[in-house]
């Protein structure tokens, strides 16, 4: 009897993993193979659940995810992430989790048509109660406004008169602009511009014969004629509608253009640019301070096995599509500085992974070959062992000019 109790507590366990989230939830689960395209390159506000089955207090935050999902529907993407696929370790590693659940909202980079940086991709940690409401609350406060206000028919006549551009007009009687409005506006950022009138601008109102307020109006790309949005005023109609008259999405990679070759060879780090662009970049930065000194042939020679290390550790990355962006610096030239301040040991070569949106490190303090490290990068993929934050800007060392013999 108790063997049944047990049996029935574990399939009871068992389908309450497998049913976390189902293709009924308004919820995305993420992998590898969608996580650039629905995550890290959405044009929508994504709300981020990292998770494992097993966990007490996933299980717990569920059903108020999903209602927070149902409240988010077409304002923000919901997602999740089973962080115990092995697949899916990776994305895990990468975004610094080290504990379940963590919520993560995701809000997009935001480029209109012309091109014009309006808003900067930033990702933010919620650390609020695990209840709908609250979470709700705050990624609804994410979804920055971007749409253009439109307060004469002087302004009017210059955004209508743009034809490049389709165009969409909202008029509406509310102070704030709607939250369903703002989403639209991220999510079609790059296919359309979108402004807003008020009300109280009549005259703008009378010229386009509006009567109820909310009311959308589209502008073709190379006409200056409304065409009147009948609708209803819910996500899906006017995405529709959007839909009909917007460009199609474009992807940067061309559909049939081959990928770029995988090449092998592990950059130096030579200045303070290309330091910043490698830990602040999409991925983990992971570092190798080298002693390199060109004059001396042991030197030469070490370094030539030390980089064998390195291409082969870039290699298996790459084969796994694993997360890291691996690079060099030489510490006797450039290095002294960036060693102190990551606290690395003082022989060289050393070895840490830096990423940049979380201000977190780690140094590896065991031995430098392909197990000792492939480990560490294991161990830090997984979320396993401490990571440390830092506060002062990643610098390498000024290399001071020789001075001059006088005449």
Known sequence: MKFTKI????????TSALAFYTKEDPILEINPNNWQKEVIKSDQVVLAEFYAPWCGHCRNLAPQYKKAAEKLRG?????????????NKPICGQMGIQGFPTVKVFHPLSVDPTGNVRTKQTITDYQGPRSAKPIVDFVLGKVIDVVKKIRSA?????????????????????MKTPVLFQSL???????????EVKDSVSDVVAKYNIEKFPSVVVFNKDTTEPIVYDGVMKHQGISEFFDKYAPPATEKIVLGEKPKPFDPKVAEITNDEELKKCIEGFGTCAIAVLAYEEEFEESVKQHEEEMKILETLKKNNHEKNGPFKFAWINGVVRGKQFARDFDLPDMFPSFLIIN?????????RGAFDVEGITDFLKQVRNGRGRNF???KEPVLDIKKEAKKDEL
Not at 75 to 87: I, M, S, T, W
């Open 356 to 364: 940049g949106k979380q201000k977190i490190f780690r140094v590896d």
């Open 75 to 87: 304002l923000a993407k919901v997602v999740a992430v089973n962080c115990d696929e092995d697949a």
């Open 154 to 174: 002087e302004e009017m006549d210059t955004f209508i008169n743009d034809t490049t551009f389709t165009r969409a007009i909202l008029f509406t009687n509310k």
């Open 389 to 391: 934050s830092y506060t």
């Open 7 to 14: 049996f029935g507590s574990l399939v009871a366990l068992t």
């Open 185 to 195: 506006a991220l999510q079609y950022s790059k296919r359309i511009l979108l402004g």
